[in-house]
Every structure is written in C-alpha cells, then in structure tokens.
C-alpha cells in the first residue's frame, strides 16, 4: 500500500532535524489477494485455520431402515458394532456396513433436513434413495467413473467384485467380478476376502482391488469377468487398502504388516525375465516404523512399533502426498517423489530429502470421541510437519498452525468429504451418519 501514499515535502528551514523513516506498515494479505487476483498458497493455509474453527456436527442419521418384508434390517439389529464405508458421486453418497447393507443418500436431502425440526422428515425412510440388504459383508464401495449409475463393492469373506444398479432395485448384483487362477492358489483359497477398490481416472474400465492374499487384482471390465493382471507382493502380506496416483501407472497398496508397497504398471525395475505375462513383480516398498524410527525427537519419546496400515488415500490438494493412518490412532503422509529413497528430513535446513511429511497423534476409533482434521500443508509451516517450530514462523502469520479437534456424539470408522461444499460426513461404529459442516444461524429481525 507504500506506492498509493504520497511523501511530505521536506521542512524549508535547514537546522530542522532529520525526518524520521516512516514505518514499515505489514502488508494486508486479504486485500491484496483482491487485488492480485491471486491467493497463494501460503494464504489459502493461513486462511485454513478459520474454517477448521467454523465445523461442528449438525446432525446424526441413524440407520432405522426396514426390508421389504416391514422388518427391521441386519445392519440396525447389530448397530451396536458395525463398520460401515463411505463415497460421494457428484451430490450422490452411497454407504455400505459390515452387516450387507448398501444405502444411496441424496446430500441435499440431507444437508437440508439437517437444519429443520428433528421431526421434519416423515420417516426414517425417506433421508434414503435406494437400500439393498445383502447377507455377506460389505467393507468398501466405490462409483464407477465410466457408469455413473453404477456402484461397486468388495467383502472381507470371498473375491468377488459386486456391481450394483442404482437404477435396478434388486439385492442381486447386476454383474461379478471374479479373482482368476493366482500366483498362490493355496493362500488365496485361505484368504480369499478383497478389502478395497480403486478405480483408474485414465483408463476408467480398469478396476483394482487390494487382496488379503498378498497381491493387488486388476480387472479390464471391457474384456474380462476374471482378473487380467496380478501386483505381487510378499505371501504373508494382508492389504488394507489400495490407491492409484494422478498419473495412473503407479499402484499403490498398505498392508497390516505395516508396509507400503508401489508397483509400476510399466513394468519398473523387475527383469522381464521374471515376469509373466499376467503379473507385475513389486517396483518398492516401505516401513512406515522405519521411517518414524529416523526421526530422532519422536524416538526419543515412544517406543515406535510395527502396526497395521488401516487406509491410505492421496491429498487431494497435494498430489505428491499419500496419506497414511495408522491401528495405533497415529497419521501422517508420506512423499512418494522420494518413495523408496533417502528418509531424511523433508524440508529441512539442507538438501536432505524425505519420504516422510507429516505425523501426528489423532486418536483410534476405539478411544477417541471425535474427529481430528489434520493439517498436512507441504511446508515447515504445517502443525504435521516433523520440522514445525513456532518460533521460526513469519512475521506474517500471527495465528499458528493448528489441528482441530471436533467432538462427536459417537465413535468414528470413516468418513468421506463433500467434492463441492465444507461438508464432510462420517460413518460410526452405530452404522449412523454424522453430518460435520459450518453451523448455520439465522438472524431473526426483531421488529
């Protein structure tokens, strides 16, 4: 704002003292983001930390769902302990639980419901579009990105891939993906079950689930109903969770030994001399233990052990970084530009690397009575950041980096955020959804 300023003319008589500089004034951020019509990075993140303080819970949707024989369904009868998953198409949400129940949610329906009378909606039926009970169990859902009518599901208990028509009510899939003949055809009769799906931005008809049988399956829907390429991993690896980076060709799976595998769908390092036609050899793998063993402050404090890696998904205003949660309640996010490199310090005052980003302590599902959201900015300014010091924050940022804590009315197992508003919802262990959004109050005029 300096240049809009005009300067005083200088005093006539010639024994006047010296005109003292005038002061250095700090820059307005928010009007010269106006002004530059542009917002940087470094505002977006200060920024942030308004909207973590605006989110509370606005409301709960219990499960209180009937079949069509008037009966109440298996999820509501075991709410007491039941997981369920979450995914959002466009303003669509489907759910699904441990006890075979898929649910399609209008989020309108919803959001809007959520700020009338706990009476507004007629009956617990119609905060619903479609309810399928199934009797197997149900761990992940995904939207299919080439039907958008269509949702696909994995089970802990067989290798099957469901796809469900939202269009067609009928408990019965409309079609079965089924796991080939595998490298390890002893345990994949033994472990059997597929506990997550990922689908491919680029190439949409190419599915991928994560196996409990140490290998990742990918099915081409155009060609086949059994799988076309198999990720191998370690024999005594479970997967948890599978995930495809932005450019598609690299895989990425966690297991519960506590590793992160990545394969490269081009082949990567393995020799084709080892490779058959059908399978794709490991390109890398880390321990998430070994990596927070190098840290030397966290070493100092807890003794750091090997444990399972519940899910990992990318950030999706980083691309750079694949986040991590932990069975201990513990978080973090690792850089897979350096993944399989050095694990020194990312950021840090030399021109050491990391393949580690950010770790902090959020609280498992089994002790903690609320939701965290974690600050994971790829800079030292970051809550997360193993470099963090307040101390050494610009003169800029008055408000420090901060985690929000978010207390909740019952105990988290997923959640899944809103692709276009500040709304995040949450699935419990009561197979209930949480509503977490910015608290709206109306102004009432008092004349």
């Not at 007491?80 to 759910?95: D, K």
């Not at 996010?333 to 690397?353: C, M, P, W």
């Amino acid at each position: 704002m300096e240049k809009f300023l005009v300067a005083a003319e200088p005093p006539l008589s010639g024994d006047a003292p010296a005109a003292l500089p005038p002061p250095r004034r700090h820059r307005w951020n928010r009007v010269a983001a106006e002004l530059d019509g542009r917002i940087d990075a470094r505002f977006r993140h200060r920024e942030s930390v308004r909207l973590l303080d605006s989110f509370s819970e606005i409301r709960t949707f219990s499960h209180n769902y009937y079949t069509e024989g008037q009966e109440r369904c298996r999820t509501y009868m075991n709410r007491v302990v039941n997981e369920s998953a979450l995914g959002f198409q466009g303003i669509y949400l489907a759910s699904v639980t441990a006890s075979g129940c898929l649910t399609v949610h209008d989020f309108e329906t919803l959001y809007c419901s959520a700020y009338g009378p706990s009476g507004s909606l007629p009956d617990e039926s119609s905060n619903y579009l479609l309810h399928i009970p199934n009797k197997m169990s149900l761990c992940a859902v995904r939207w299919n990105p080439a039907n958008k009518d269509e949702i696909v599901c994995v089970s802990r208990q067989n290798d099957m891939v469901l796809l469900f028509d939202i269009g067609c009510i009928s408990s019965t899939p409309t079609e079965v993906l089924r796991k080939g003949r595998s490298r390890y055809p002893a345990l994949s009769e033994f472990r059997k079950g597929l506990t997550d799906v990922a689908f491919s931005s680029d190439d949409k008809s190419w599915l991928f689930a994560s196996g409990l049988d140490g290998a990742v399956y990918m099915w081409d829907m155009r060609l086949s109903k059994k799988h076309c390429l198999e990720l191998i991993g370690y024999p005594e690896s479970q997967f948890s969770s599978v995930k495809l980076n932005i450019d598609n060709r690299t895989v990425f799976a966690a297991s519960k030994e506590g590793t992160v595998h990545a394969w490269d769908l081009r082949g990567g390092r393995a020799s084709a001399a080892f490779q058959t036609h059908n399978e794709v050899q490991q390109l890398s793998s880390v321990k998430i233990s070994t990596l927070l063993g190098q840290i030397p402050s966290l070493k100092d404090q807890t003794n750091i052990i090997s444990c399972e890696i519940l899910s990992i998904d990318f950030n999706p205003s980083c691309s750079y970084q694949l986040a991590f949660h932990l069975d201990n309640g513990w978080s973090g996010a690792l850089n897979i530009n350096t993944f399989g490199g050095g694990y020194d310090l990312l950021a840090s005052k030399g021109t050491e690397k990391t393949s580690l980003v950010a770790y902090i302590f959020v609280g498992s599902a089994s002790n903690s009575g609320g939701m965290h959201l974690l600050d994971f900015h790829p800079d030292t300014t970051s809550a997360c950041h193993v470099d963090y010091n307040e101390e050494t924050r610009g003169s800029e940022e008055k408000e420090p980096a901060v985690n929000k804590f978010i207390p909740l009315s019952q105990r988290v197992f997923s959640c899944a955020a809103h692709p276009f508003c500040h709304t995040v919802l949450a699935g419990t262990q009561a197979s209930s959804l949480l509503m977490l959004s910015q608290k709206n109050e109306s102004i009432k005029n008092s004349e």
